[in-house]
């Protein structure tokens, strides 16, 4: 069993950053990829980004690309979303989530932590 946990979240003023963090452990996969999805209040659960696991291969939501990052640690079995010139809408509770292939496809990912919040205040 893979146990993912996601730390790093917070309150932030628009137009700041944050860097949230995502740490696996336990029965690791073979060389998954990993995805951050988020959810806010009332809404369903959107895409963010993904990653490979070479870092070769990320996609990004069009509402995020330019603003956030996706990047990880394969050493540490840590995987990063770094998150600039925040937003309003960019409030909700972030997922990060492990699966065999690139997607941006939730139901894709086998493996989900237990989410972060993040709140940007206008």
């Known amino acids: 069993q893979v146990q993912l946990v996601e730390s790093g979240g917070g309150l932030v003023q628009a137009g700041g950053s944050l860097r949230v963090s995502c740490a696996a452990s336990?029965?690791?996969?073979?060389?998954?990829?990993v995805g951050w999805f988020r959810q806010a209040p009332g809404k369903e659960r959107e895409f963010v980004a993904t990653?490979?696991?070479?870092?070769?291969?990320?996609a990004y939501a069009d509402s995020v690309k330019g603003r956030f990052t996706i990047s990880r640690d394969n050493a540490k079995n840590t995987m990063f979303l770094q998150m600039n010139s925040l937003k309003p809408e960019d409030t909700a509770v972030y997922y990060c989530?492990?699966?065999?292939?690139?997607?941006?496809?939730?139901?894709?990912?086998?493996?989900w932590g237990q989410g972060t919040q993040v709140t940007v205040s206008s």
């Open positions: 989530a492990a699966g065999p292939a690139v997607t941006r496809y939730a139901r894709d990912y086998a493996y």
């Open positions: 336990g029965r690791t996969l073979s060389r998954p990829a």
């Open positions: 990653i490979s696991w070479s870092g070769g291969i990320t």
